[in-house]
Structure formats: C-alpha cells, structure tokens
C-alpha cells in the first residue's frame, strides 16, 4: 500500500509549462501502475496519462503531445510534464496508484490533488 502526495500545481500562463510531482511512500512502489487524473470545476474526473509499471504509457487525446507521464522508482516519485498549457487544463489534478494485478483493489490509493490554473 502507498501513500500519495501532488505538488508543483500553480498558476501560469497559456503556452508555459509545469511539471507536477506525486510521492510516494510505503512498499512496492515500482509495482503500481501510476495515473495522473484531473477535474475541472462542474466537470467529471478524467483521466489524464497512466504509466504501468512495465513503462508502457497512455494519453488522453486532448493532451497527446504537450504531456509526458515518467516515474523515477528509485524516488517513489512519478511525474507529469505538462507543455503548451490551455486553458482548458485548468483543474485539480490527482495522482492514483493501481493496485497491481491479483492485488487486492483496495491497495490502491489517490493523492489529494494539486490545482493547475492556466491563464493570461
């Protein structure tokens, strides 16, 4: 079971860059899957990028190109890179851990989010 922690949300301006982090603490870090999502105010929570923990990775289609999803096992830390911002990726984004497969679901875990606002 981990522990999740967000950071590096702020304010920046459209076309800049932010680079989230997650830490994580607790066993088996490298085991988990790792999924950034967000959620935009009045919206759904969606999900953004996901890494498994073999290195394979996912996009959403509206971030294909501008985000890179990357973990660094030895630090427990798993990443978001986010280039070329809009404003339509003004949200609340969240780190989520998946529990590996044959774990029990509830290993899994959800950071408490860290709010990205883009805007001029």
């Known amino acids: 079971q981990v522990q999740l922690v967000e950071s590096g949300g702020g304010l920046v301006q459209p076309g800049g860059s932010l680079r989230l982090s997650c830490a994580a603490s607790?066993?088996?870090?490298?085991?988990?899957?790792m999924n950034w999502y967000r959620q935009a105010p009045g919206k759904q929570r969606e999900l953004v990028a996901a890494l498994t923990s073999g290195g394979s990775t996912k996009y959403a289609d509206s971030v294909k190109g501008r985000f890179t999803i990357s973990r660094d096992n030895a630090k427990n830390t798993v990443y978001l890179q986010m280039n070329s911002l809009k404003s339509e990726d003004t949200a609340v984004y969240y780190c989520?851990?998946?529990?590996?497969?044959?774990?029990?679901?509830?290993?899994?875990?959800w950071g408490q989010g860290t709010q990205v606002t883009v805007s001029s």
């Open positions: 607790g066993s088996d870090f490298s085991m988990y899957g």
């Open positions: 989520n851990a998946e529990a590996p497969t044959g774990w029990p679901a509830d290993f899994g875990s």
